[in-house]
T-cell receptor, first 113, second 116 residues
Framework: SQTIHQWPATLVQPVGSPLSLECTVE??????LYWYRQAAGRGLQLLFYSVGIGQISSEVPQNLSASRPQDRQFILSSKKLLLSDSGFYLCAWRGRQLNQPQHFGDGTRLSIL | AQTVTQSQPEMSVQEAETVTLSCTYD???????LFWYKQPPSRQMILVIRQEAYKQQNATENRFSVNFQKAAKSFSLKISDSQLGDTAMYFCAFMKGQGGSEKLVFGKGTKLTVNP
C-alpha cells in the first residue's frame, strides 16, 4: 500500500532563517505531488504541484520554492522566512488515474518567531 | 476558474443524530470529481467520500452519504448516527476530470462539533 511521509512534524524558526520541509511517498511511482498551506482556522491554499522530476508549477507568488529531485520526493524551501510563512503545511500525492483523490501527509506546523 | 462554497462555518449535532453539511460549486466543466475531506483536531486530512460527476447515483460510505445535484451544482454531505469522533473540520473539494496535474479546489470548511 502507498504511504506518505512528511517531516518534521513541528518546526520553530526565527525570521530570516532558511527552511526545508521534506515529503516522500512510498508504494507508488510517478505520482503527482502537491504542497499546501493552511493558515489557522482557514482552508487549504495550494502552493506548488509537480507532475514529474524537476517539473514544478507555482500557484502563488511568494518567497517559498519547491523542488522534486527524485520521483517520490518533494521538498519545500525558503532562503529567508517571513512571519507570514507561519502555518500548517501539508504534502499530498495523487495517482495518475482520472478518478484518483489526493492523499495527505500528517503535516508540518511551522511557527516563525 | 472553479470555486467551492461552504456556507456553514460551524455546525453542531447531538450524538446519534443526523447532520447535513452543504457545499456548492461553480464550474463550466462537464467532467469532474467532488470530494469531502475530514480534518480532526490532529490536523490530518482524511478522505471521507468521493463522487464522479458522470455518475447519477449518490456515493455512500457507511454512515456518510452525499446528495449530488449536478444541475444545481450542489454536493452536500450527510452524516448519520453522528459519533463523537466525527468532530472535525469538513472540506468540500472539486477536481477537473482531465489527465495530468489535476489540482483540488477546496472550500473554506465547516467546523462540525458532535455533542454527547
Amino acid at each position: 500500500s502507498q504511504t506518505i511521509h512528511q517531516w518534521p512534524a513541528t518546526l520553530v524558526q526565527p525570521v530570516g532563517s532558511p527552511l526545508s520541509l521534506e515529503c516522500t511517498v512510498e508504494g507508488t511511482s510517478n505520482p503527482n505531488l502537491y504542497w499546501y498551506r493552511q493558515a489557522a482556522g482557514r482552508g487549504l491554499q495550494l502552493l506548488f504541484y509537480s507532475v514529474g522530476i524537476g517539473q514544478i508549477s507555482s500557484e502563488v507568488p511568494q518567497n517559498l520554492s519547491a523542488s522534486r529531485p527524485q520521483d517520490r520526493q518533494f521538498i519545500l524551501s525558503s532562503k529567508k522566512l517571513l512571519l507570514s510563512d507561519s502555518g500548517f503545511y501539508l504534502c499530498a500525492w495523487r495517482g495518475r488515474q482520472l478518478n484518483q483523490p489526493q492523499h495527505f501527509g500528517d503535516g508540518t506546523r511551522l511557527s516563525i518567531l | 476558474a472553479q470555486t467551492v462554497t461552504q456556507s456553514q462555518p460551524e455546525m453542531s449535532v447531538q450524538e446519534a443524530e443526523t447532520v447535513t453539511l452543504s457545499c456548492t460549486y461553480d464550474t463550466s466543466e462537464s467532467n469532474y470529481y467532488l470530494f469531502w475531506y475530514k480534518q480532526p483536531p490532529s490536523r490530518q486530512m482524511i478522505l471521507v467520500i468521493r463522487q464522479e460527476a458522470y455518475k447519477q447515483q449518490n456515493a455512500t460510505e457507511n454512515r456518510f452519504s452525499v446528495n449530488f445535484q449536478k444541475a444545481a451544482k450542489s454536493f452536500s454531505l450527510k452524516i448519520s448516527d453522528s459519533q463523537l469522533g466525527d468532530t472535525a473540520m469538513y472540506f468540500c473539494a472539486f477536481m477537473k476530470g482531465q489527465g495530468g496535474s489535476e489540482k483540488l479546489v477546496f472550500g473554506k470548511g465547516t467546523k462540525l462539533t458532535v455533542n454527547p
